[in-house]
């Protein structure tokens, strides 16, 4: 069974920066392009980062220059390290592979960006 376990989110001050954590057990990590999607209330899921197999990334133009999306091989983790903060950016973040498959979706861990 695929579990997707979201962990890392918190309240900071706009221009501060978190570290979002994504474990996954039961599936072939090497195997799937990873990404980070983000879900606001009353608004559509939307992608931010995704990495690929092979390592290379790509980010939504929003995120760009601010936020890099890494991925452990060994602890079978993904990471979404994130600066600059910006209010815009409060929302529940989730990962999944990509394209996302809605049966992985896990609880999604809470970013709020406020001063």
């Known amino acids: 069974q695929v579990q997707l376990v979201e962990s890392g989110g918190g309240l900071v001050q706009p221009g501060g920066s978190l570290r979002l954590s994504c474990a996954a057990s039961?599936?072939?990590?090497?195997?799937?392009?990873m990404a980070w999607y983000r879900q606001v209330p009353g608004k559509e899921r939307e992608w931010v980062a995704t990495?690929?197999?092979?390592?290379?990334?790509n980010y939504a133009d929003s995120v760009k220059g601010r936020f890099t999306i890494s991925k452990d091989y060994a602890k079978k983790t993904v990471s979404l390290q994130m600066n600059s903060l910006k209010p815009e950016d409060t929302a529940v973040y989730y990962c999944?592979?990509?394209?996302?498959?809605?049966?992985?979706w896990g609880q999604g861990t809470q970013v709020i960006v406020s001063s």
């Open positions: 990495i690929m197999r092979g390592g290379s990334t």
């Open positions: 039961g599936i072939l990590f090497s195997m799937y392009d």
């Open positions: 999944n592979v990509m394209p996302s498959v809605p049966r992985y």
